[in-house]
């Protein structure tokens, strides 16, 4: 079964940069064709809050209003890796960082609507500080 595996935990400042990488085992992401998801769960959070940042579905990308301009996701093929570069963090960054795939892009939507429930394919997260 396919696996992810996030890292590039860190402290930054405020206004640094930091990238997280994702890791995916058992299967390549250029055979795979999965929808891939970026979600945070910010402190003192459930996994019930969650949210969905970034998204990827082969062709376009997509980001939640309060990271749009500043994080970017990527898919390095020949390195199985799904990229989240942000930029300019913010303290309301801070959070544990997850990431996910779906077979199709409805399962996309669905764990961003319902990140409490179960999925095949979601990672063991990374945690992200953000303090001045």
């Known amino acids: 079964q396919v696996q992810l595996q996030e890292s590039g935990p860190g402290l930054v400042k405020p206004s640094q940069t930091l990238s997280l990488t994702c890791t995916v085992s058992?299967?390549?992401?250029?055979?795979?064709?999965?929808?891939w998801n970026w979600i945070r769960q910010a402190p003192g959070k459930g996994r019930e809050g969650a949210e969905c940042i970034a998204a990827f579905d082969g062709d376009d990308m997509y980001y939640e209003e309060s990271v749009k301009g500043r994080f970017t996701i990527s898919v390095d093929n020949a390195a199985n890796t799904v990229w989240l570069q942000m930029n300019n963090l913010k303290i309301e960054d801070a959070a544990v960082y997850f990431c996910?795939?779906?077979?199709?892009?409805?399962?996309?939507?669905?764990?961003?609507?319902?990140?409490?429930?179960?999925?095949?394919?979601w990672g063991q997260g990374t945690q992200v500080s953000v303090s001045s």
């Open positions: 996910a795939a779906a077979v199709s892009w409805i399962a996309a939507q669905a764990m961003c609507n319902h990140p409490q429930d179960e999925y095949d394919y």
């Open positions: 058992r299967g390549s992401i250029t055979s795979l064709n999965y929808y």
